[in-house]
């Protein structure tokens, strides 16, 4: 008789476990799987984090400051990596005065301009050591440069020799960003509120603007889906007034790219064109060195953050952050689990942002709960204090399902036409009076060129 109640309770007890165990593993398949693009996968979080200022212009474009003022006031605002992109003319050593553009010159003289200056050799050494900061150096990027100097299609380019007097053509995208691409360097893009109009508009006419499908939706996704040298867009730079829409286009493009396997970086700058201007927007960069090969991956990988001293559209038009801005620690990616969580200093919220909507707040983000939310990505940024700061985007995939690239259209205007005359027009500038003209407005410097003719024929 014992032996069989024995025999029942174990029996009951398997039956339990076993019951359990099913339970257990149905709750588990009923739940999403997912697979989880981060771009901070390879971050040892123990490197660096550089202040890195990626657009500002001296008075060897558009700027106030000379390039040696330029330098100084960087130094003494504390970033550790500094590019001057001035319009149109290639950044040279600290030390030298770039190739100064013509045109450039004469849109200057209805400004109030000071001197140009190059840095002292010896300073600029200084710079490079960390003298009196401790040995933290600055970092010199030369052959960066805005491409295009009059046209409204702003484009930055980075580690080629090309754009050196370069006009452009109004909302010519194409063409720059595929010559930069050639000669082995990356560009991204500006601004884009200032080309499209949307920096004057309401949220609700900027959703319509950009929604997925639009000319401007289809027009910025189609460039960075056929160049993979476009790594990005200036998301929230200056004092984010020509910005505050551009990222519901940055939304846009993500949901429409990541399919074709590609993901567009939020950057962010100063567009610094004089004093109190060159704090306001910035990148920083993790890497395991300080050099100019490490930043181009840092660029390219997308393991870096976007920070702004204004957030108009996140935080309002009166916020201004003072002090130190957030500060992110380390990320931690859990596909298992199914979730993302961000350590950070400097914070005062987190939130989480899928297909143009916010979704969640707090700093770990479980999947499974947005699911119904989420796209194929989601994104994070933490407001504080100091300001803003944006994590790139991450990928999301659920098992058994692929991304499933739709056609992007092409958007065309008046910029195709204007292309396809230039390409007619500029062989024969080559055998006319025009070409000289040219020639004259946009490459001729008397400073450079007399100077070589004087030395041949002197």
């Not at 370069?166 to 595929?178: F, H, K, M, Q, S």
Request: charged share 20%; net charge negative; hydrophobic share 40%.
């Amino acid at each position: 008789m014992m032996k069989n109640r024995t025999r029942k309770c174990i029996a009951m007890i398997l039956s339990l476990a076993v019951l359990l165990a099913c339970f257990g593993l149905g709750a588990s398949a009923s739940g999403p799987a997912y697979s989880i693009g981060n771009p901070y996968k390879d971050v040892d979080w123990g490197w660096g984090q550089y202040k890195t200022q990626l657009h500002v212009h001296s008075n060897a474009s558009d700027g106030s400051l000379s390039i040696a003022e330029l330098v100084e006031e960087h130094y003494r605002l504390g970033y550790d990596i500094l590019a001057i992109t001035d319009h149109a003319t290639m950044g040279a050593p600290w030390n030298q005065m770039p190739r100064m553009v013509p045109y450039m010159r004469i849109a200057q003289l209805f400004s109030s301009k000071g001197p140009h200056e190059a840095l002292m050799d010896a300073r600029r050494q200084q710079i490079f050591e960390g003298f009196q900061r401790g040995g933290r150096g600055m970092l010199e990027i030369t052959g960066a440069i805005e491409l295009g100097g009059i046209a409204e299609s702003h484009i930055q380019g980075f580690f080629s020799d090309y754009g050196q007097g370069l006009l452009g053509v109004n909302r010519e995208y194409d063409t720059p960003i595929r010559e930069v691409q050639k000669r082995g360097g990356v560009t991204l893009l500006n601004h884009i509120g200032r080309v499209t109009g949307a920096d004057g508009k309401s949220i609700a006419e900027a959703e319509a603007l950009y929604a997925p499908g639009s000319f401007w939706g289809n027009r910025y996704s189609k460039l960075f889906v056929d160049y993979p040298g476009l790594l990005g867009m200036d998301i929230n730079s200056k004092s984010d007034t020509e910005t505050r829409n551009d990222r519901i286009l940055y939304d846009t493009v993500l949901q429409t790219v990541i399919p074709h396997g590609r993901t567009p970086w939020a950057f962010s700058t100063s567009d610094g064109h004089g004093l109190g201007d060159f704090d306001r927007g910035f990148t920083v960069h993790l890497m395991p060195e300080k050099t100019p090969e490490a930043l181009r991956e840092s660029m390219e990988s997308g393991a870096f953050f976007g920070v702004n001293r204004a957030a108009r559209r996140e935080a309002g038009d009166g916020f201004r952050g003072e002090g130190e801005p957030p500060r992110v620690n380390s990320i931690a990616v859990d596909e298992t689990a199914g979730t993302i969580t961000i350590a950070a200093d400097n914070y005062t919220s987190v939130k989480w942002a899928a297909d143009g909507e916010e979704i969640a707040a707090g700093e770990t983000l479980r999947l499974a709960d947005h699911d119904e939310e989420i796209g194929v990505y989601v994104r994070a940024y933490l407001l504080g204090e100091g300001g803003i700061l944006y994590v790139q985007p991450f990928t999301v995939l659920r098992a058994g399902e692929s991304f499933g690239p739709q056609p992007i259209p092409a958007a065309r205007d008046y910029s195709d036409v204007l292309r396809f005359l230039y390409k007619i027009i500029e062989p024969l500038l080559m055998y006319t009076p025009l070409r000289l003209i040219v020639f004259l407005l946009t490459r001729f410097d008397p400073a450079y060129d007399l100077a070589w003719l004087w030395n041949m024929f002197g």
